[in-house]
Nanobody, 120 residues
Framework: QVQLVESGGGLVQPGGSLRLSCAAS????????MGWYRQAPGKQRELVAA???????NYADSVKGRFTISRDNAKNTVYLQMNSLKPEDTAVYYC??????????????WGQGTQVTVSS
């Protein structure tokens, strides 16, 4: 099977930075797109940023110019560098991956989530 494990969340002051990581492990044959989503209390989960296997990226308008998504294909890991953080960025951040599993098929997997809190 496949697991996605996030790390790097925490408490940061407005204007600060955090870097999230998400490592995929298991019977992975190939990872297509990977992405970061977030869900704030009382709100729906929304896409923050995504990156294809070739490195093409897209971002939510609310984070453009502040967040950068990247990936290390050799490590099956995706990162989210978050700068100039605002209180409205407070949420649980989830990574996901569109993954072809050995001897099985292609599925979308989710991590367990990591809390990001932006507050003074």
């Amino acid at each position: 099977q496949v697991q996605l494990v996030e790390s790097g969340g925490g408490l940061v002051q407005p204007g600060g930075s955090l870097r999230l990581s998400c490592a995929a492990s298991g019977s992975i044959f190939f990872i297509y797109a990977m992405g970061w989503y977030r869900q704030a209390p009382g709100k729906q989960r929304e896409l923050v940023a995504a990156i294809t296997s070739g490195g093409s990226t897209n971002y939510a308008d609310s984070v453009k110019g502040r967040f950068t998504i990247s990936r290390d294909n050799a490590k099956n890991t995706v990162y989210l560098q978050m700068n100039s953080l605002k209180p409205e960025d407070t949420a649980v951040y989830y990574c996901n991956g569109d993954i072809r599993v050995r001897s099985m098929g292609r599925y979308v997997y989710w991590g367990q989530g990591t809390q990001v809190t932006v507050s003074s």
